[in-house]
């Protein structure tokens, strides 16, 4: 008698639900990342690495006002620096003091360096970057997208503050409101009558365009409105401090980076919302940076690491 087993119905049923559930499984896996695929973390959003007061490793904070250059790479502060390095700097009149102060810090530090420092402007110093007669440029504005194109980059080397001065025997003696200091350099306050000081005629002192300064306030204190071009205004031939503040006169009024007028005897700064250049609340504030051309020179890389160190930072403010 033949032996009896389950039905092939049985057999059949089982098959069913074993292809139905490995079906199930493959449909429903979890896709494996492909590693040629997988998008790279953005790489920012154009904030500035600022290096801070302990060292030389950047952090990030952004800067208003333009596109913020991107430093390629940190700058360690040099242990030693060989005899015979030479450092060229051109650029911002804003950063002569700066410039001067971190030459003679540098030169006393490493025996043997020299560092040639000149005050052409911060568009002229990019030019003499881009053409290789300089190897740093000092700039009073953040670096523009064709700059960056051209393989150049920057780091933040110290925060100024842009000062509004009048001639001490200037018989205006008040404080100006951010809304006045519009209207008298954008050409429709042409009398001190019209921002609280007694009749007569405004004289404006105005840089030239290659000025970083000149840049930096049309974008910050005109909100990027054009300087009045009127008979009132006169706008100097070279980017300098000292001719500004010579023809200001009895009448005139001018704008120049904080440090280079806070110890002049012949003008007086005024203050803007009833704040001083020195003041937290102060609102012309702007960062100043070093460009250089990457990938940086053995002696960029030394020169930058000592500026942002703390050695580099104390050698700044001397005299200060």
Not at 242 to 251: C, D, H, V
Request: proline share 9%; hydrophobic share 40%.
């Amino acid at each position: 008698m033949a032996k009896s087993g389950p039905p092939p119905i049985l057999f059949i049923l089982l098959f069913l639900l074993l292809a139905g559930g490995g079906w199930f499984f493959f449909m429903n896996k979890p896709a494996t990342p492909d590693a040629s695929n997988t998008s790279p973390a953005p790489a920012g959003d154009g904030a500035v690495p600022v290096a801070p007061a302990g060292g030389s490793v950047p952090s990030v904070a952004p800067v208003a006002g333009g596109t913020s250059p991107v430093a390629a790479t940190s700058f360690a502060p040099p242990a030693s620096v060989p005899a015979g390095t030479a450092v060229r700097i051109d650029g911002s009149t804003s950063m002569v003091t700066i410039n001067l102060n971190l030459k003679n810090g540098f030169q006393t530090k490493f025996s043997g360096t020299t560092v040639e420092a000149k005050a052409n402007g911060s568009s002229n110093g990019i030019k003499d970057l881009v053409a290789g007669t300089a190897d740093i440029a000092a700039i009073s504005t953040p670096l523009k997208p064709e700059d960056q194109a051209k393989g150049l980059a920057a780091v933040p080397i110290a925060l100024d503050t842009i000062a509004l001065v009048v001639g001490t025997n200037n018989p205006f003696t008040g404080g100006l409101t951010s809304a006045q200091v519009q209207d008298i350099f954008k050409g429709s306050a042409l009398d001190w009558s019209k921002v609280g000081g007694p009749a007569g005629p405004i004289k404006v002192i105005n840089r030239p365009e290659v000025s970083g300064t000149h840049q930096t306030f049309k974008e910050q204190v005109l909100a990027g409105a054009n300087f009045g071009t009127g008979a009132n205004v006169t706008t100097l031939d070279r980017d300098a401090t000292t001719p500004l503040l010579q023809a200001l006169g009895n009448n005139g009024i001018g704008y120049a980076t904080f440090a280079q007028v806070v110890n002049q005897k012949t003008v007086r700064v005024v203050p803007v919302n009833g704040a001083t250049p020195d003041a937290g609340n102060y609102p012309y504030k702007r960062q100043l940076y070093y460009a250089y051309k990457n990938p940086p020179s053995q002696a960029v890389k030394d020169f930058l690491g000592y500026a942002t160190s703390p050695d580099g930072q104390k050698a700044m403010l001397a005299g200060n």
